[in-house]
């Protein structure tokens, strides 16, 4: 089968498109045909050895994937041979087959096609759990969404606004900005060009956001965190920026607020049920059109490293998705 291969750390020019063995499923493991997978900006980490685990080389990235069963292992009952799925695996998504965890394989709704399923898992997995079972986020309060136009960042805007939240998205373009608002977004604040800490005060009417979900870091995150609520929550979701903030703490000690991780993989893989209950909730929303997810481009397997690149110089608004 064609694999995506990342043979030595680097960005995506060192990638390599290679021909290897096939997949067997082990006990609790289904092997997929990949139909289409969803990128990710910890791919572009992965690939440089910069995430928080480094695979052992070689490996092949990916995450999001939607395909069909190609084969079952022992002690799944679930799904089966010929099923439509959808699902995450830590890596191994950009190939033609890919053994997928049984508890991180679920069947795919008829409605959803595979590139927008491919597209859902990990942008929408993410961002419900952050602000559902991390920031415990309630209808009326104010939320702040950093890097609003990305994969998770889009998500995070279309869910606090459905559970009830004022959203407030920042972004570093108008023309992401103006995605925003399709999206749900209240208020703009377009980072590059307003001060993010006095513009969120003066939105919020001087009383501050109650919710920051951050999967930007860099030199945002302190100046977000200055225009935190009394008793706040600040999402630690990623560091699409590159720099890990260093945040002065002080500043939670003086707003009573609170410094949130949020790791969606652990928590799906430690706590698969509450997971799926989350699964689940996301499925019916999706079903009764609440959710939308976003596709930027949808490109084949051998341009993934083009992709990748796109993806790594902010260009991306929403979801890239490769086509298998």
């Not at 050895?49 to 002690?75: C, H, M, R, W």
């Not at 959808?86 to 998504?93: C, E, I, L, P, R």
């Not at 103006?178 to 003066?202: F, M, P, R, V």
């Not at 109650?210 to 706040?232: H, K, L």
Request: glycine content about 10%; overall charge neutral; proline content about 6%.
């Amino acid at each position: 089968m064609k694999a995506i291969r990342c043979t030595t750390y680097g960005p995506p020019s060192k990638l390599t498109l290679e021909e290897i063995d096939a997949l067997q499923a082990g006990p609790k493991q289904v092997v997929v045909q990949v139909k289409a997978c969803g990128l990710n900006f910890p791919d572009t980490l992965i690939i440089q050895g910069l995430y928080q685990f480094k695979p052992e080389l070689p490996f092949t990235p990916g995450s999001d994937i939607a395909g069909i069963v190609k084969e079952v292992g022992e002690g799944v009952t679930h799904v089966k041979v010929g099923d439509e799925v959808f699902g995450f695996v830590a890596h191994g998504g950009l190939a033609e087959e890919v053994i997928v965890p049984a508890n991180a394989c679920f069947p795919k709704p008829p409605q959803m096609d595979y590139p927008i399923a491919a597209s859902f898992m990990m942008a929408y997995g993410t961002s419900y759990h952050a602000l559902k079972d991390r920031a415990m986020l309630k209808e009326g309060e104010t939320l702040l969404v950093l890097g609003a136009s990305g994969g998770v960042g889009l998500a995070a805007v279309e869910l606090g606004k459905l559970m009830g939240a004022k959203v407030i998205a920042a972004a570093s373009t108008q023309d992401k900005l103006d995605l925003c608002k399709k999206y749900g977004a209240d208020e703009l604040i377009n980072y590059t060009q307003q001060d993010l800490k006095s513009t969120i005060k003066a939105v919020t009417d001087g009383q501050g956001v109650d919710v920051i979900y951050d999967p930007v870091g860099g030199d945002f995150s302190e100046q977000a965190f200055r225009g935190i609520a009394w008793n706040g929550r600040y999402l630690v979701v990623g560091f699409a920026a590159g720099d890990i903030p260093k945040m002065p703490l002080n500043l939670p000690l003086l707003k009573g607020a609170s410094i949130v991780g949020v790791f969606w993989g652990g928590f799906a893989m430690s706590y698969p049920k509450e997971n799926m209950d989350n699964t689940m909730t996301l499925m019916q929303w999706y079903a009764e059109g609440k959710l939308k997810p976003h596709i930027h481009k949808i490109v084949p397997l051998d341009e993934t490293k083009e992709a990748l690149e796109e993806m790594m110089n902010r260009k991306v608004k929403g979801k890239m998705v490769v086509k298998i």
